[in-house]
């Protein structure tokens, strides 16, 4: 069974600090990655997308996949109460639907 | 101006009911998707039309049944609903060879009593 784990926390950090969320999948075909934002009540937004080995930043989110283990990161530098959500990985399995598999999400509290 | 949009936001309705949840999206997308995010925060895909056509049906009861009039619009219609209906059900869309990049509307909030 295709799946997208990840640890449903909650996480806390202070502010400014590195938050890392992790996830791990278990289709070896899978080909992309993505990290949604959900904030309480409203709907998921795509913050970050990956598609090869390594690391892709973009402003204070950084993305890293290793597809040998299976799995993607998201850091968060320089945390703010604004970052105050729940994340989600999202996985295009292998196969022609192309379709979201996501993950339970990880609740992240940033305090002040 | 709302990418994607859904009526209605908030529903709550009695076991034995049927409703419908419509959405809409004027983005240009050619994909359309219906989503169920339970209590647990857990979002999983229901229905994906492409262009009017069903392209992806999970395991759904029978009693969910999506309607795409046209690639714009996309409809959910729930015979008979349940007490574990109840969840926020998610309408999204992607453009054009860029399924992976989903837009999603603001959520249908359904209380099944």
């Known amino acids: 069974q295709k799946e997208v784990e990840q640890n449903s926390g909650p996480l806390s950090v202070p502010e400014g600090a590195i938050a890392s969320l992790n996830c791990t999948y278990s289709?070896?075909?899978?080909?992309?990655f993505f990290w949604y934002r959900q904030y309480s009540g409203k709907s998921p937004e795509l913050i970050m997308f990956?598609?090869?080995?390594g690391d892709k930043e973009d402003g204070r989110f950084t993305a890293q996949l290793n597809k040998a283990s299976q799995y993607v990161s998201l850091l968060i530098r320089d945390s703010q109460p604004s970052d105050s959500a729940t994340y989600l990985c999202?996985?295009?399995?292998?196969?022609?639907?192309?379709?979201?598999?996501f993950g339970s999400g990880t609740q992240l509290t940033v305090l002040p | 101006d709302t990418a994607v949009s859904q009526t209605p936001k908030y529903l709550v309705t009695q076991m034995g009911n049927d409703k419908s949840i419509k959405c809409e999206q004027n983005?240009?997308?050619?994909?359309m998707y219906w989503y169920k995010q339970d209590s647990k925060k857990f979002l999983k895909i229901m229905f994906s039309?492409?262009?009017?056509?069903?392209?992806i049906n999970e395991t759904v009861p029978n009693r969910f049944s999506p309607k795409s009039p046209d690639k714009a619009h996309l409809n959910l219609h729930i015979n008979s609903l349940e007490l574990g209906d109840s969840a926020v059900y998610f309408c999204?869309?992607?453009?054009?060879?860029?399924?992976?990049?989903?837009?999603f509307g603001p959520g249908t909030r359904l209380l099944v009593l």
């Open positions: 999204a869309s992607s453009p054009p060879g860029a399924r992976e990049t989903q837009y």
């Open positions: 289709d070896r075909g899978s080909q992309s």
């Open positions: 990956i598609y090869s080995n």
């Open positions: 999202a996985v295009i399995s292998s196969g022609s639907a192309r379709q979201l598999t």
């Open positions: 983005l240009g997308h050619d994909t």
């Open positions: 039309y492409n262009n009017k056509e069903l392209i």
